[in-house]
Nanobody, 121 residues
């Protein structure tokens, strides 16, 4: 049974940085693609960044150049480094364990519990 546990959220001032972590257990971590999503109040959940099992990454336009997704196979953990944070980045962030198909990430039905990120002065 797959379990995903996020951590690293919190309150940060605009322009600040945070690193989110997603620890996976119960799966062969290296064969899966993974993604970070976020959901702000009153809005749909949106894909922020993803990384395939081969290391290919993609980002939403709104975070490209500010966020970096990467994974540590030895620790079964995926990370999201968030720099130059803006108030509009405020949301609950979720990690997802998915699949790599034709070199691209596709979500599956494995989600973490979410971690709150609040960007405010």
């Amino acid at each position: 049974q797959v379990q995903l546990v996020e951590s690293g959220g919190g309150l940060v001032q605009p322009g600040g940085s945070l690193r989110l972590s997603c620890a996976a257990s119960g799966s062969i971590f290296s064969i899966y693609a993974m993604g970070w999503y976020r959901q702000a109040p009153g809005k749909k959940r949106e894909l922020v960044a993803a990384v395939t099992s081969g290391g290919r990454t993609n980002y939403a336009d709104s975070v490209n150049g500010r966020f970096t997704i990467f994974r540590d196979e030895g620790k079964n953990t995926m990370y999201l480094q968030m720099n130059s944070l803006k108030p509009e980045d405020t949301a609950v962030y979720y990690c997802n364990l998915g699949q790599t198909r034709s070199g691209s990430y596709y979500p599956d039905d494995y989600w973490g519990q979410g971690t709150q990120v609040t960007v405010s002065s």
